[in-house]
């Protein structure tokens, strides 16, 4: 008796959670890129123009014993680094490219390591734990898709395009 071989990549999971994973994994990515692009202009900007300067710029004492004497450097890497990263995965999720796992993964990972060094920098902030649990989902629901939880086990998930 011939018994078929198992799909190589059944899903993780039901369809409607593969594409609810998938949906909350773009709102995250979105969230973010839109969030650091902005924090990111306004650290720039508070630090040219010390007017401009909000409630959103930390005052410049925070910076004491840092490498920076301004928040312009911390402000283009915000932007660019981590708001990059994810607007960068946020398009291949969305158009559903290969290494749109990998993206989504070093989007994550960027998300927990700028707010590791933040903290060793900067006095603790509600936002700094909002954004390290955004970080720690993003991974968490990328290892979901990818099928690392999942009972069909690793390497059968959702993502998969070959």
Do not use: C, K, N
Request: no cysteine; glycine share 12%.
């Amino acid at each position: 008796m011939d018994v078929a071989p198992a799909p190589a990549h059944a899903p993780t999971g039901t369809v409607a959670g593969d594409r609810i994973g998938r949906f909350l994994l773009l709102v995250l990515q979105a969230f973010v890129a839109v969030t650091a692009a902005a924090g990111g202009v306004a650290l720039i900007l508070g630090s040219v123009d010390a007017s401009s300067s909000s409630a959103v710029v930390p005052p410049v004492e925070y910076l004491d014993g840092s490498p920076f004497g301004s928040y312009a450097i911390p402000g283009v890497v915000l932007a660019l680094v981590l708001g990059g990263t994810h607007a960068v995965a946020f398009v291949a999720l969305l158009r559903r490219v290969r290494w749109a796992a990998l993206a989504a993964t070093v989007a994550g990972y960027t998300a927990l390591i700028w707010i590791f060094v933040q903290m060793m920098v900067i006095p603790f902030s509600v936002l700094q734990a909002v954004y390290f649990g955004i970080g720690l989902a993003e991974v968490g629901l990328v290892l979901l898709a990818l099928g690392v939880f999942g009972a069909a086990g690793p390497g059968s998930g959702a993502w998969r395009t070959d």
